[in-house]
């Protein structure tokens, strides 16, 4: 009997506090809500440009880009996420529309005296060729190579840049689904090399020029930094109605603003 | 009784449901587990017996490399990391767990084990995501840069130790209850003859509860094998056979885990496939157990 | 088998008892360690904005209300399929057969349920509820997966407790004119009540643990669900996720806590309910 009564407050305390929170769901002025599915590393991005276009009107799913593609072309989005360009196959049907750039840089322990690489010299430690920071000059420390799994979106753009046919991934290299993850296992492991998204740069970690040239968000925008990707909203043909004003929203100066606060290069306004 | 009285009273004269009926429904819910394991098996062989026919069994069990993006779909080393990884917990839970579940059911006074026994059965309870937790936090930088050890800390080892303590819970529950279950008359009659506590247990005690014992192992391997979400922040996930306890490794579960989210296509086949290989393990375990349990039963008196 | 006499007998008995007493405090100490670095990390970060506001920034800010919401949502689905379901199993195993090759199978098939990894209900949840039968990634599939996984514990408990019912209850019943369905509705089934209630309890605790089957069939989506078909995040799987992408230790510990606290308070149900029914048989 009192069990019976204790779960009902129990419930009738989770409604009260589900309604009462600051978020309540509210309607978007035409009622409906725009999905977005793909690519894990756009997923933050747009889960800050929906939290300021209007909690409740924008949901939000991963699932990859290659995932993402497929949502948009089967209409299970509205909108596919990608962080990796299309094969010509995939284009079709699909308009792409550039919201943001995402470099993509390598890190470093905070303690490592190496400051950069060249492609050639990432290749080939990504690659199990060189396996000890000495040989490029650093401390007398294995390296520890990490890197994101395959299929994930920052690990294809990583691979396209620098491995080529005859230089693969090492199999020895730990594996993280994560990114935020990939930036705390850099972090605390003296030897260990990893990439991530631009936006994930902390003073935890030490980026690495490439070729000479660091990443910063001018030299991303410009294109001098070259390890870098396009974030891609898709849809199904032109964008319409809902899908249209949060692209809209994206875009726009505030959109961009947000996107340079998180660590994104802007795409220049429409 | 008063309450049955009543009840007998409410009974008289009431027209019965088809008794007939409800046996019936009881059945077809009785039979939900069966269909469900029978469900389970159809669609992840509809998922990935096709890649698996496709480049063969034995090429799939036996392949050395795993490469989906490039068409690579060997299991062997993440076959082999579960198996060194399994094999590793068992090295950890059996004696601890065996010790355990002696002290318990032999040793400790009969209060003691009412609050020991359901506090190691609720612990039992932690969730998986939390073991893993700890691990990170504690077990990976341990091994990274404590002592004689080293490696990325990352490691079949921080998986083993993990591992080996979640399936301790499974391994005490069981062995204490096939503990339990030996006749009070074999230890009487063994201290009787002049042996020591001791030795009654290990002389007499232990060899009559062997086989169930031996089943709480199987089970305990069986809980190791399946196990994901620990093993996925522990292990390292290095698509690589693993050449000392100090490698990353990979298991069947992480395999599946990692890249579920974003496979497409054969890539998503080949982790239904891996499934498959899984599922037949933990099936055969399950049988294995149960045929071991299904022994004692039939020797004891 | 006798093992090798190494020491005087007495003085074995003294090492050996020493050395289980030791692992076994072992063992016990490395358990509740895990619980008490966790708890005591977590308890800070606790609070009424915690527990009832909603995160922010992917769950680096504000509280974790969504995912209780959706961890409650997601139990009780599970709870709803695998309850009635696993109760009547438990009824016609333990009430209207004897032991035969039906049961015996139907009990093999239970056990094998039971040990089947928990990432394979995921995959088996995803290819059936969230692809073919199109319910997408929701609290509907998770539930739905979810009950089919506590179902053996379910089932294997409340026969337990069916059988624990002394066969008098049943004679009397019947020899008072009920038929068989009636003496088990109106008398058998409630003096099992305590068991059976262990038996879904304990379920409602795996299903609030678990979270490799739960990420694949609800989803990730950090809102509050409105309806049986929006995905869910609950909240191991959103500790899981603050934890792998290392965006807020304060947050993980606390919503470990949470969950650590919520699991046993569960488990100290079950067990309390278990003990009143074993303690009515005494």
Same mark, same amino acid.
């Given at each position: 009997?009192?069990?019976?009564?204790?779960?009902?407050?129990?419930?009738?305390?989770?409604?009260?506090?589900?309604?009462?929170?600051?978020?309540? #769901?509210?309607?978007?002025?035409?009622?409906?809500?725009?999905?977005?599915?793909?690519?894990?590393?756009?997923?933050?991005?747009?889960?800050?440009?929906?939290?300021?276009?209007?909690?409740?009107?924008?949901?939000?799913?991963?699932?990859?880009?290659?995932?993402?593609?497929?949502?948009?072309?089967?209409?299970?989005?509205?909108?596919?996420?990608?962080?990796?360009? +299309?094969?010509?196959?995939?284009?079709?049907? +699909?308009?792409?529309?550039?919201?943001?750039?995402?470099?993509?840089?390598?890190?470093? #322990?905070?303690?490592?005296?190496?400051?950069?690489?060249?492609?050639?010299? +990432?290749?080939?430690?990504?690659?199990?060729?060189?396996?000890?920071? %000495?040989?490029?000059?650093? %401390?007398?420390?294995?390296?520890?190579?990490?890197?994101?799994e395959?299929?994930?979106?920052?690990?294809?753009?990583?691979?396209?840049?620098?491995?080529?046919?005859? #230089?693969?991934?090492?199999?020895?290299?730990l594996v993280t689904a994560y990114?935020?993850g990939?930036?705390?296992?850099?972090?605390?492991?003296?030897?260990?090399?990893?990439?991530?998204?631009?936006?994930?740069?902390?003073?935890?970690?030490?980026?690495?020029?490439?070729?000479?040239?660091?990443?910063?968000?001018?030299?991303?925008?410009?294109?001098?930094?070259?390890?870098?990707?396009?974030?891609?909203?898709?849809?199904?043909?032109?964008?319409?109605?809902?899908?249209?004003?949060?692209?809209?929203?994206?875009?726009?100066?505030?959109?961009?603003?947000?996107?340079?606060?998180?660590? +994104?290069?802007?795409?220049?306004?429409? | 009784?008063?309450?049955?009285?009543?009840?007998?009273?409410?009974?008289?004269?009431?027209?019965?449901?088809?008794?007939?009926?409800?046996?019936?429904?009881?059945?077809?819910?009785?039979?939900?587990?069966?269909?469900?394991?029978?469900?389970?098996?159809?669609?992840?062989?509809?998922?990935?017996?096709?890649?698996?026919?496709?480049?063969?069994?034995?090429?799939?069990?036996?392949?050395?490399?795993?490469?989906?993006?490039?068409? &690579?779909?060997?299991?062997?080393p993440m076959i082999a990391g579960t198996a060194v990884v399994t094999i590793g917990a068992l090295?950890i839970g059996?004696?601890?767990?065996?010790?355990?579940?002696?002290?318990?059911?032999?040793?400790?006074?009969?209060?003691?084990?009412?609050?020991?026994?359901?506090?190691?059965?609720?612990?039992?309870?932690i969730p998986s995501v939390v073991y893993g937790f700890i691990g990170m936090?504690?077990l990976v930088?341990?091994i990274?840069?404590?002592?004689?050890?080293?490696?990325p800390g990352y490691s079949a080892l921080a998986a083993s130790i993990i591992l080996g303590i979640m399936v301790?819970?499974?391994?005490?529950?069981?062995?204490?209850?096939?503990?339990?279950?030996?006749?009070?008359?074999?230890?009487?009659?063994?201290?009787?003859?002049?042996?020591?506590?001791?030795?009654?247990?290990?002389?007499?005690?232990?060899?009559?509860?062997?086989?169930?014992?031996?089943?709480?192992?199987?089970?305990g391997m069986g809980r190791a094998v399946g196990e994901t979400m620990a093993v996925i922040m522990v292990a390292g996930n290095a698509v690589q056979?693993p050449?000392?306890i100090l490698s990353p490794v990979r298991t069947l579960t992480a395999n599946i885990a990692l890249e579920m989210?974003?496979?497409?296509?054969? &890539?998503?086949?080949?982790?239904?496939?891996t499934g498959?290989?899984l599922?037949?393990i933990s099936?055969?375990?399950?049988?294995?157990?149960?045929?071991?349990?299904?022994? &004692?039963?039939?020797?004891?008196? | 088998?006798?093992?090798?006499?190494?020491?005087?007998?007495?003085?074995?008995?003294?090492?050996?008892?020493?050395? /289980?007493?030791?692992?076994?405090?072992?063992?016990?100490?490395?358990?509740?360690?895990?619980?008490?670095?966790?708890?005591?990390?977590?308890?800070?970060?606790?609070?009424? !904005?915690?527990?009832?506001?909603?995160?922010?920034?992917?769950?680096?800010?504000?509280?974790?209300?969504?995912?209780?919401?959706?961890?409650?949502?997601?139990?009780?689905?599970?709870?709803?399929?695998?309850?009635?379901?696993?109760?009547?199993?438990?009824?016609?195993?333990? !009430?209207?057969?004897? !032991?035969?090759? /039906?049961?015996?199978?139907?009990?093999?098939?239970? !056990?094998?349920?039971?040990?089947?990894p928990s990432i394979i209900?995921g995959?088996?949840?995803?290819?059936?509820?969230?692809?073919?039968?199109?319910?997408?990634?929701?609290? =509907?599939?998770?539930?739905?997966? /979810?009950?089919?996984?506590?179902?053996?514990?379910?089932?294997?408990?409340?026969?337990?407790?069916?059988?624990?019912?002394?066969?008098?209850?049943?004679?009397?019943?019947?020899?008072?004119?009920?038929?068989?369905?009636?003496?088990?509705?109106?008398?058998?089934?409630?003096?099992?009540?305590?068991?059976?209630?262990?038996?879904?309890?304990?379920?409602?605790?795996?299903?609030?643990?678990e979270t490799a089957a739960?990420i694949?069939?609800?989803?990730?989506?950090?809102?509050?669900?409105?309806?049986?078909?929006?995905?869910?995040?609950?909240?191991s799987?959103?500790?899981y996720?603050?934890t792998m992408?290392?965006?807020?230790?304060?947050?993980?510990?606390?919503?470990?806590?949470?969950?650590?606290?919520?699991? =046993?308070?569960?488990?100290?149900?079950?067990?309390?309910?278990?003990?009143?029914?074993?303690?009515?048989?005494?």
């Amino acid at each position: 009997m009192s069990a019976h009564r204790i779960c009902r407050t129990v419930v009738a305390l989770l409604i009260a506090a589900g309604c009462s929170t600051a978020d309540a #769901h509210t309607p978007s002025q035409d009622g409906v809500v725009v999905t977005l599915a793909g690519s894990t590393s756009i997923q933050p991005f747009a889960e800050r440009w929906a939290e300021e276009y209007g909690a409740g009107r924008v949901i939000v799913q991963s699932g990859g880009s290659t995932a993402g593609i497929k949502a948009a072309h089967d209409g299970t989005a509205d909108i596919g996420m990608s962080s990796r360009s +299309l094969v010509p196959a995939e284009i079709t049907g +699909l308009v792409q529309t550039v919201v943001a750039r995402d470099g993509i840089a390598v890190i470093a #322990h905070a303690s490592n005296p190496v400051s950069g690489v060249t492609l050639a010299q +990432l290749r080939s430690i990504y690659a199990g060729e060189i396996t000890n920071w %000495r040989e490029i000059g650093g %401390r007398d420390l294995r390296i520890t190579v990490i890197t994101r799994e395959d299929g994930s979106g920052t690990r294809d753009a990583f691979e396209q840049f620098v491995m080529d046919e005859t #230089h693969s991934i090492t199999t020895s290299a730990l594996v993280t689904a994560y990114s935020g993850g990939l930036r705390k296992m850099v972090s605390q492991d003296p030897g260990a090399i990893g990439y991530v998204t631009f936006s994930q740069l902390n003073p935890q970690v030490r980026p690495l020029a490439v070729d000479g040239v660091a990443p910063t968000e001018p030299s991303i925008a410009d294109g001098r930094y070259r390890l870098q990707r396009p974030f891609v909203f898709l849809t199904r043909g032109e964008p319409t109605g809902a899908a249209r004003a949060f692209i809209d929203f994206v875009l726009s100066g505030p959109g961009q603003q947000l996107a340079r606060e998180e660590g +994104l290069a802007p795409v220049a306004v429409q | 009784m008063m309450m049955m009285m009543r009840r007998a009273r409410a009974w008289a004269g009431t027209a019965s449901l088809s008794d007939e009926l409800i046996e019936r429904a009881l059945l077809f819910a009785a039979l939900s587990a069966v269909s469900t394991l029978a469900l389970i098996t159809l669609f992840i062989l509809r998922e990935g017996l096709p890649v698996l026919l496709d480049r063969g069994p034995l090429a799939f069990l036996g392949g050395v490399r795993w490469a989906p993006g490039r068409g &690579h779909f060997g299991l062997l080393p993440m076959i082999a990391g579960t198996a060194v990884v399994t094999i590793g917990a068992l090295v950890i839970g059996v004696p601890l767990g065996l010790a355990g579940a002696i002290t318990l059911a032999e040793l400790a006074p009969r209060r003691v084990r009412q609050l020991l026994k359901p506090t190691i059965e609720l612990l039992a309870g932690i969730p998986s995501v939390v073991y893993g937790f700890i691990g990170m936090e504690f077990l990976v930088p341990l091994i990274r840069t404590g002592g004689p050890l080293g490696g990325p800390g990352y490691s079949a080892l921080a998986a083993s130790i993990i591992l080996g303590i979640m399936v301790l819970p499974t391994i005490i529950g069981i062995s204490i209850d096939a503990l339990e279950a030996v006749p009070q008359g074999y230890r009487d009659g063994s201290r009787a003859l002049g042996a020591t506590h001791w030795q009654t247990i290990t002389g007499v005690v232990l060899p009559a509860a062997r086989s169930g014992i031996v089943a709480a192992v199987i089970l305990g391997m069986g809980r190791a094998v399946g196990e994901t979400m620990a093993v996925i922040m522990v292990a390292g996930n290095a698509v690589q056979f693993p050449t000392t306890i100090l490698s990353p490794v990979r298991t069947l579960t992480a395999n599946i885990a990692l890249e579920m989210s974003y496979a497409t296509g054969a &890539h998503a086949q080949a982790l239904f496939a891996t499934g498959i290989v899984l599922f037949v393990i933990s099936l055969s375990l399950n049988a294995l157990a149960g045929v071991v349990r299904g022994t &004692h039963r039939g020797a004891a008196g | 088998m006798t093992l090798p006499r190494l020491l005087p007998p007495r003085v074995a008995q003294r090492v050996a008892s020493l050395a /289980l007493w030791i692992a076994t405090g072992a063992t016990v100490g490395a358990l509740l360690f895990i619980i008490g670095f966790v708890v005591r990390r977590g308890a800070s970060t606790l609070s009424w !904005e915690f527990l009832f506001a909603s995160p922010r920034h992917s769950g680096a800010l504000g509280g974790i209300l969504p995912t209780v919401v959706s961890t409650f949502y997601v139990s009780a689905a599970a709870v709803i399929v695998a309850a009635p379901l696993g109760v009547a199993a438990a009824v016609y195993l333990a !009430e209207y057969t004897k !032991e035969s090759r /039906l049961t015996r199978s139907i009990r093999s098939g239970t !056990e094998a349920l039971a040990g089947i990894p928990s990432i394979i209900f995921g995959l088996f949840g995803f290819a059936f509820f969230v692809t073919t039968l199109g319910m997408g990634w929701s609290i =509907l599939s998770g539930g739905l997966t /979810l009950g089919l996984m506590i179902l053996p514990t379910v089932i294997r408990t409340s026969e337990e407790a069916l059988r624990a019912v002394p066969r008098a209850y049943r004679d009397v019943a019947q020899s008072l004119g009920a038929s068989k369905w009636q003496s088990i509705r109106t008398v058998v089934l409630p003096a099992a009540a305590p068991g059976v209630m262990t038996g879904v309890v304990l379920g409602i605790g795996r299903a609030v643990s678990e979270t490799a089957a739960v990420i694949f069939t609800a989803g990730v989506a950090l809102k509050m669900p409105w309806s049986p078909f929006d995905s869910a995040r609950t909240m191991s799987v959103h500790f899981y996720t603050l934890t792998m992408e290392g965006i807020s230790d304060d947050m993980a510990y606390g919503t470990a806590t949470v969950l650590v606290v919520t699991i =046993l308070v569960i488990n100290i149900t079950a067990y309390s309910l278990m003990n009143r029914l074993t303690r009515k048989y005494r």
